[in-house]
């Protein structure tokens, strides 16, 4: 999906959950939200991330390949236990949320993620084309999400 759906996706996850949950940093907690939410693409040289850091990303893409392990449910999980080893609770709950909703978006996308590789070798994927119409629309549903739980 394109950089800037998984953006606004991750601002809506980190939003909702400041919301509706009893969170005490929330301005840190979104933002971890936001930054996670388009870190998985660190893994594609010709993304908005990746081209802004090309050596970490190049390297990524040749160890992993455009969504390989970044794109499985092991990052995040890794990621997730590393925070939680230093007592980092809230950046590990805001973390894996971030992550992944970027991982759910790619899902509807018709690429597709390979969710659990290697341990199973399915492709999960959907009907929205990147860039196309569709996911417009989905960019769209997003910020008037955001919107009613700004000003609702
Ligand atoms: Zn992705």
């Known amino acids: ?13 980190g939003l909702f959950m400041i919301e509706y949950f009893n969170i005490s940093e929330k301005v840190l907690f979104v933002s971890i939200c936001v930054f996670s939410a388009v870190l998985a693409d660190l ?12 050596p970490l ?9 455009h969504r390989g392990f970044m794109h499985t449910v092991w990052f995040p999980f890794f990621i997730y236990f590393l925070f939680m080893v230093f007592d980092k609770t809230l950046w590990a709950g805001a973390f894996f949320l971030g992550y992944m909703s970027h991982l759910i978006m790619d899902m509807l996308s018709t690429r597709g993620v390979y969710f659990f ?4 070798r399915t492709r999960i994927n959907g009907f929205i084309k990147v860039g196309g119409f569709l996911e417009w ?10 919107g009613f739980l700004l000003f609702l």
């Open 1 to 13: 999906m394109m950089f800037k759906t998984h953006l606004v996706f991750g601002l809506l996850v």
């Open 43 to 54: 893994d594609h040289p010709f993304s908005k991330l990746g081209n802004k850091v090309k």
């Open 57 to 65: 990303s190049w390297l990524l893409n040749l160890l992993f390949g």
């Open 117 to 120: 590789f290697p341990l199973n």
């Open 137 to 146: 629309v989905v960019f769209i549903a997003i910020l008037v999400g955001i």
